[in-house]
């Protein structure tokens, strides 16, 4: 079964909204581990958005499973993933204009610079993930700059409008997990994934993570974060073991 890593941004979000010290998206990132979270994922944005660098140190002090440090390959925050140490690194796009990280990195065409910070990273004992769209020749590039996993882009699974373009994207997502199995990577897979649509992907066996922020913490406004984690991972359990008994 794959393991589930929530991201924690959206709590920060919301404490950037006023500007204050509330909610604490480290006490979140405790609560998400009570709830059964495998892996604690944020992303420290060059524009700092949401996530502050003084979250970065006092995350790393309080989580106890795998902290995944999502990230641009500048300079400036690369250094600052060498000082903190986080289990893993998933580079990713970033543009000021969009709302949230939208598509994957293009690997292909920065494939002589993204080495260079595998390189850099990995000689830390970080494992490098990339966040890239299920493209053949994206995963490829990956493999070929030294990353350890490629995290797949959902969003054109998560916002296909027809059960048509749902089946398309889902199966496009398949025979990229299967690429990037026989390239020798671990494969993820996060964005825009939420309670009613995680299942098709959570019965295919092969996925080792899955990374899901806002769903998560939109359902914790209701219910507590701890609560809202363990739903998402009963039904990680739940779909797995439909695959299982395939």
Known sequence: MATLGVNVDHVATIRQARRADEPDPVWAAVEAQLGGAD????????????????????????VNVKLNMEMASAEEIVAIACVHHPRQCTLVPESRQEITTEGGLD???????LAEVVKRLKAE???????VEPHADQIRASAEAGFDAAELWTGAYANAKSKE???????????????????????HAGHGLTYRNVGPLAAVAGFSEFNIGHSIVARAVLVGMREAVAEMKRLLVRYSQTENER
């Open 165 to 187: 373009d749902a089946d398309a994207a889902l199966a496009a997502l398949k025979s990229a997990l299967a690429l990037g199995l026989d390239l020798g990577l671990a494969v």
């Open 125 to 131: 004992g970080i494992l490098v993930s990339a966040f």
């Open 107 to 113: 690997v292909l065409r920065l494939r002589r610079h």
């Open 39 to 62: 892996c604690i994922t944020f992303h420290l944005r060059e524009d700092r958005r949401h996530i502050l660098d003084r979250d970065v140190p006092l995350l790393r002090q309080v």
